[in-house]
């Protein structure tokens, strides 16, 4: 029976251990989060915010019901306050949040990756998202999204070196956000699936993809890069990425699906039939 909800939970609970070592380390800097604040002045939320309402579509009960259901369910199991959703025509598949002070949260979801994923692969993306706001990653998320996102006109004095701190923490943070995915989904091999076709699927050929041969190519990965040319390698490949590689994520989601850390959250949880109604309210 599926676990319907996890209360009490928290951030750590489930956050990734390089997720607590680089929060720690980007609090070593000196004012680098008054920083990070200041540079995300009132003036980019408020771009940022008019730049969805103008230009995507808001998800609600009347809008988009069906997309607006997974996120209500999976902010139940993970026991968050839902934020406003937008769906934004791109052909690029992504998806993010922005947490923007004074106003509720909100999750910016894609065209092509809703048309690439099955509706339980959405939610493990939306879920996914949330778990940045369980994880109280707040303002520096914001920040290190717009400097994903190539934002240079609106942060304009970001150092190489504050660039390259932000990339790291928010490549530690989504290996924490690849677990709540896994709370709610409760099936690594639905996490796995949204990797694989992030790394390499299209709609037309999403029924030949194989998550078993994607995992058997995560662990050859792995393999490649054990040696110590291969850590300096791996680690040259990433440092401008804002996400780890899809099949390092997909590794690390299947080592913790089978961890008593995992297994333990969710034998605390409310099972669907058993101190719970069919909408997954506590009886």
């Known amino acids: 029976r599926r676990v319907v909800r996890l209360p009490g939970l928290q951030g750590d609970d489930f956050r990734h251990p390089l997720d607590k070592q680089n929060t ?17 002045a009132p003036m980019t939320e408020q771009l940022m915010l008019l730049e969805n309402i103008s230009t995507s579509v808001l998800v609600g009960p009347a809008q988009l019901p069906s997309i607006h259901a997974l996120v209500e369910d999976a902010a139940r199991v993970l026991d968050v306050e839902p934020p406003e959703v937008y769906v934004k025509q791109n052909p690029q598949p992504n998806a993010y949040t922005l947490a923007i002070s004074g106003r509720k949260p909100f999750i910016v979801i894609h065209t092509s990756l809703l048309e690439l994923l099955t509706p339980a692969e959405v939610q493990a993306i939306l879920a996914h998202e949330l778990g940045h706001l369980k994880c109280n990653h707040g303002v520096w998320l914001t920040f290190a999204n717009l400097l994903a996102l190539g934002a240079t006109s609106v942060l304009p004095f970001v150092s190489q070196a504050i660039e390259d701190g932000f990339l790291r923490w928010l490549r530690a943070a989504e290996l924490s956000c690849d677990r709540a995915a896994l709370l709610v989904a409760q099936d690594p091999r639905v996490v796995a699936s949204v990797l694989m076709k992030l790394a390499g699927g299209s709609p037309s050929m999403a029924q030949e993809l194989n998550v078993d041969a994607f995992m058997q190519q995560a662990r050859s990965y792995d393999e490649a890069t054990a040696s110590p040319l291969g850590w300096y390698l791996r680690n040259a ?3 401008q990425l ?10 690390e989601i299947d080592r913790w699906a089978h961890s008593d850390e995992y297994l333990g959250l969710l034998s605390r949880g409310e099972r669907e039939g058993a101190g719970a109604g069919a909408d997954g309210a506590p009886r």
């Open 242 to 251: 804002s996400h780890p590689l899809p099949v390092m994520r997909a590794r």
């Open 24 to 40: 720690r380390l980007v609090q070593l800097i000196p004012g680098l989060e008054s920083m990070a604040g200041s540079l995300v």
């Open 237 to 239: 490949q990433t440092r």
